[in-house]
């Protein structure tokens, strides 16, 4: 029997299974598919957990980062809905930025603005974070061994800071939970070769929990408190989009996940 095994952003291979040999097809989530998830996300906004509408977190003139993640699934309808909703509620589009990482904007390019009204999506702009340059990073500060913290510049300038993620399971490769869309994503190079060390199987749970202690105090650090994320389904569909304030946002999101993945 054919079958096929997806893996990583956008690859897969083929294998030849015996009937007798398969166990099962784990292709898809439980759950139903969002047929709109542009109407989805303009929902979460106006509606978000435990947090006033994020047009009250905004004044005139502020500067607005749109931070998207690497791995998200139709990025270019969730960051026009985001984008849109924004310019709605009275951002300037000229004071919004989209951040990326190369990895996202190699898979995505120009893509992610193409959706963008056209009276307005020139105004805005995209940023690809080079963790290599220092012209392109900032000291946010130290961290408790005294190891200092390097950020984009832009992101800590920003006034608003605004997290478009896709949730994942916690033992994920590459996945640092609730700030990890910020740090370590738009950190300096030798910080992101330290999360990439590999690690042998009795150090990673000590590593991994070490890592997440570390991420959630420089998300405390930045002052992240208000966040988007999704609930991925099978390739690019979504099965959820939560908006609102971090902790609940993933609590909500997080419990959606493992009913439709666990």
Not at 43 to 52: D, G, H, V, W
Not at 179 to 192: C, H, S, V
Not at 199 to 205: L, M, N, S, V
């Amino acid at each position: 029997m054919p079958c096929t095994i997806a893996y990583g952003v956008d690859c897969s291979f083929d294998l030849d299974i015996s009937t007798e040999t398969l166990v099962a097809i784990c292709r898809e989530p439980h759950g139903e598919v969002l047929t709109d998830p542009c109407a989805a996300t303009r929902q979460a906004l106006s509606e978000p957990l435990e947090f006033p509408a994020l047009a009250r977190a905004m004044a005139p003139g502020d500067r607005i980062v749109l931070a998207v993640d690497a791995g998200l699934p139709q990025p270019g309808v969730l960051l026009s809905a985001l984008a849109d909703y924004l310019v709605e509620a009275g951002a300037d589009a000229e004071h919004l930025t989209v951040l990326t990482t190369k990895l996202s904007s190699d898979h995505h390019g120009e893509e992610l603005l193409q959706q963008l009204p056209p009276q307005w999506r020139s105004s805005l702009r995209l940023e690809i974070h080079d963790p290599t340059a220092k012209t392109q990073l900032s000291l946010l500060g130290q961290a408790h061994d005294g190891r200092p913290i390097y950020l984009n510049r832009t992101l800590l300038d920003a006034d608003l800071v605004v997290p478009l993620g896709c949730l994942r399971s916690a033992s994920a490769i590459g996945y640092y939970g609730r700030y990890g869309g910020l740090f370590p994503a738009f950190a300096d190079e030798k910080t992101l070769q330290r999360y990439r060390k590999p690690r042998g199987a009795e150090k990673r749970r000590e590593a991994v929990e070490a890592q997440r202690r570390e991420i959630d105090e420089i998300g405390w650090m930045i002052g992240s408190q208000f966040t988007v994320q999704v609930v991925p389904g099978g390739g690019e569909s979504l099965l959820g989009v939560w908006a609102g304030a971090t902790e609940k946002v993933f609590e909500r999101g997080e419990r959606q996940f493992a009913e439709a993945w666990d």
